[in-house]
């Protein structure tokens, strides 16, 4: 079985910074794409960022410049750096992967638990 675990939300002010965490725990071969979306109250779920396996990174226009998103493949690790926040991205992030358990199959995605980001003076 593969789990998700989140970490690093939390309270902060317009104009702060946060790192969020996800390693992947369990019988992974490897991990093909990972990256996070987030949903906030009312809304529906967007994807924020994206990274593959090669490096290659897509953001949401409205974090492009602000979020930077890399990985660590010997942790089974992504990272989502939060920067210049503002209110508007007050919502709970959920990080996902594509993890491929043996080659024989594809990767099946798998999705953490959710972390509560929270921009308020």
């Known amino acids: 079985q593969v789990q998700l675990v989140e970490s690093g939300g939390g309270l902060v002010q317009p104009g702060g910074s946060l790192r969020l965490s996800c390693a992947a725990s369990g019988n992974i071969f490897s991990i093909n794409a990972t990256g996070w979306y987030r949903q906030a109250p009312g809304k529906q779920r967007e994807l924020v960022a994206a990274?593959?396996?090669?490096?290659?990174?897509n953001y949401a226009a409205s974090v492009k410049g602000r979020f930077t998103i890399s990985r660590d493949n010997a942790k089974n690790t992504v990272y989502l750096q939060l920067n210049s926040l503002k209110p508007e991205d007050t919502a709970v992030y959920y990080c996902y992967a594509g993890v491929v358990i043996t080659l024989a199959l594809g990767p099946r995605y798998y999705w953490g638990q959710g972390t509560q980001v929270t921009v308020s003076s």
């Open positions: 990274i593959t396996s090669g490096g290659s990174t």
